[in-house]
């Protein structure tokens, strides 16, 4: 059975589906959704040999081989040129290592209306990058599985500037806005996790002053978000 993570995220591909799974690991999201969408085609990407073994596996498995690619490379590097791959999900990692996937692989994202992304952790840089490149966050989703809190962010190639404030990088614009429960139980998460390391770095000799300012403003916000 797919996480509800996965299914959720699966659940923001439009049709006609021809997508990119970066870092798929088992393919369990590209299996998914090529079974469930009969003309949807995947490509999924691993670049490390276990997980790209065991992605060959489910699709082998799942009698899915004409319609998912499983690629090894790193990153975007799996997707070719001159493919019409119209969306690309990354899920599971940090979000540093989504800012590099994307970043290093730009080139290929010319004909990617749609990106899907679940960073683990560090969704403000995810969000950064994506305003930067012209990627308008067009929905949001924040979910609680198995004692872990995740985010999902999908965006759309618009070609227009776009601009989120401070708080909207921050927070998420569509999870501020909703304000869930879950959402209250990260923040509240983060606030002590803030607190603990301003503490710290009061004790440091060399006090990392812009770090410790940061984080205050952070704090700022976060009280007045949740209370
Ligand atoms: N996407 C699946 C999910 O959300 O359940 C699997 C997540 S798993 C924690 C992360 C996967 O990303 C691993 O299988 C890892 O090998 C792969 N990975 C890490 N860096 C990668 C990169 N630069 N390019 C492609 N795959 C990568």
């Known amino acids: 059975m797919l996480s509800k993570r996965l299914e959720q995220l699966a659940d923001y591909l439009q ?20 079974a469930r969408h009969e003309n949807a085609t995947a490509i999924a990407g691993e670049v490390n040999q276990g997980p790209f073994e065991r992605a060959k596996q489910t699709v082998r498995e ?29 899920a599971g990692m940090g979000g540093k290592l989504i800012r590099t996937i994307l970043e290093e692989g730009k080139s290929k994202l010319s004909g990617v209306s749609r990106l899907i992304l679940q960073p683990n952790i560090d969704g403000p840089i995810v969000r950064k990058w994506l305003i930067e490149h012209q990627y308008q966050i067009v929905a949001e ?5 198995d004692g872990y809190i995740y985010e999902i962010i999908v965006s759309d190639y618009r070609n227009a500037p776009i601009e989120l404030s401070g708080r909207e990088q921050l927070f998420g614009p569509y999870l501020l806005k909703k304000k869930s429960n879950v959402f209250y139980e990260k923040w509240f998460n983060e606030k002590e996790k803030r607190m603990k390391l301003i503490n710290q770095m009061n004790q440091a000799t060399d006090l ?16 007045e978000v949740i209370g």
């Open 208 to 223: 990392p002053i812009e770090k410790i300012k940061k984080l205050e403003i952070e704090m700022e916000w976060i009280e």
């Open 15 to 34: 049709e006609p589906i021809y997508f990119a799974d970066i870092g798929s690991d088992h393919a369990y999201l590209p299996c998914y959704v090529c």
């Open 141 to 145: 989703d924040i979910i609680s599985e």
């Open 62 to 90: 799942q009698g899915l081989g004409d319609r998912i690619e499983v690629r090894k490379g790193n990153g975007l590097e799996v997707i070719r040129e001159e493919e019409e791959v119209n969306q690309i999900t990354i």
